[in-house]
């Protein structure tokens, strides 16, 4: 099969190569999916898990990518839930080969069905934003109707499902970001905007609840803003400072098919909008995942031409 790989960490994305690979086959739990769209998070590269296994041995030459969308082609010894030909999406496992590949070994576990309805390229859009706002609102910040919820990123993958999700849960939303996003985040529904570069951050006052995706200095400064009894939800590490009178908490996302479920019904009716900037081919990805301008959102890489599908679906972005 045709396959990313990255060798040298220090390389960085410029040292993505399309080569050839076997095929993966199905472990215990597993099944295998044909890869239709992939997901990539910019910040992949920087992971132990990319690079080594859970013994901290090197795992090179490696297949990045974690979000997937395709169909099931195999199923492996104890895999329940799925059959061969459905379509699912999902979270592939930080230590095994990923999605940026026509193939891909997963345990089933990590994967939801798809509605016919949605297009590959949005599902593998959903996985690992989707679920890092709905665990950082609902599961580590506990988000109650009412609330105030300061995003930082607000304009990124996981920022802009953020803002949906705690607006629809009926909290204030503030994003922040750079000056060029004010847009894109008020459109994604918050009701203020912070420019990190020109506004003054402490001007929110208190909030309820804060999802860090930049940490670094503005997480520090920011656990001074977390109301009493509130909560500091960092993805980008543990926090550097805590607040004085609430909870610090930090997580990595994991896979939930229930989650999953909730997140492409809002999809489905319009309640939540992925934030794809630019989709590209396997053959191409190595260039697309190498941007020589500034990207606004997502890049997907669609693995599978959309004229294998049977029938294009209604949502289809490209
Ligand atoms: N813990 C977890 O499970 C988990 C899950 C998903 C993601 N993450 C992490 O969370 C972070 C965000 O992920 P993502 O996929 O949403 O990334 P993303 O799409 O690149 O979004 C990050 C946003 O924050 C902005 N930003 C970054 N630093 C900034 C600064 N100093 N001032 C103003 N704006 C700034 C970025 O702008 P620019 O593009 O201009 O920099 C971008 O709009 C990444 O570090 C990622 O590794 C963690």
Redesign the pocket.
């Known amino acids: 099969m045709k396959a990313i790989v990255v060798t040298d960490q220090a390389a960085g994305t410029a040292g993505m190569k399309l080569v050839e690979r076997p095929e993966p086959q199905a472990a215990i739990n597993d099944v295998v999916v044909q890869v239709h769209a992939s997901g990539f ?4 590269l ?2 132990p898990p990319t690079w080594t296994d859970r013994r901290d041995r090197d795992r090179t030459p490696s297949i990045p990518g974690h979000e997937l969308a395709g169909v099931v082609t195999a199923l492996g010894y104890g895999s329940t839930g799925l059959s061969v030909g459905q379509r699912v999406f999902g979270l592939a496992d930080w230590y095994r080969d990923g999605t940026l590949a026509e193939f891909v070994a997963i345990e089933a576990r990590n994967l939801a069905p798809l509605p016919s309805d949605v297009d590959f390229a949005v599902g593998a859009s959903l996985p ?2 989707g ?2 706002a709905w ?1 950082g609102l609902f599961q580590h910040g506990h988000l109650q109707a009412g609330q105030s919820v300061l995003v ?9 499902m953020t803002i949906q999700l705690a607006r629809e849960a009926g909290a204030y939303v503030i994003g ?3 000056a ?2 004010r847009q894109t985040v008020l459109d994604f529904g918050a009701q203020e905007f912070v ?3 020109n506004d003054t951050l402490e001007d929110v006052g208190e909030v309820d609840l804060l999802l860090d ?4 200095d ?1 997480g520090k400064r920011s656990a001074g803003l977390i109301r009493a009894g509130g909560t500091l939800v ?4 543990p926090p550097e400072a805590r607040p004085a009178n609430g909870l610090a908490v ?4 994991e896979s939930d098919r229930a989650q999953l479920s909730e997140i492409v019904q809002r999809v489905r009716d319009g309640r939540l909008r992925t ?1 794809i900037d630019h989709v590209s081919t396997l053959d191409d990805a190595v260039a697309a995942l190498n941007p020589t301008e ?5 890049t997907i890489i669609r693995v599978r031409p959309l004229q294998h599908e049977a029938v294009r679906p209604r949502n289809s972005i490209i």
């Open positions: 998070v910019p910040t992949e920087t992971w690992i934003s679920l890092t665990q930082h990123g607000a304009a990124g993958a996981v920022g802009s922040t970001g750079r060029a996003d420019d990190l570069a995706g930049i940490g670094g503005i960092s993805i980008v590490g930090d997580f990595v996302v934030n500034r990207r606004k959102g997502k």
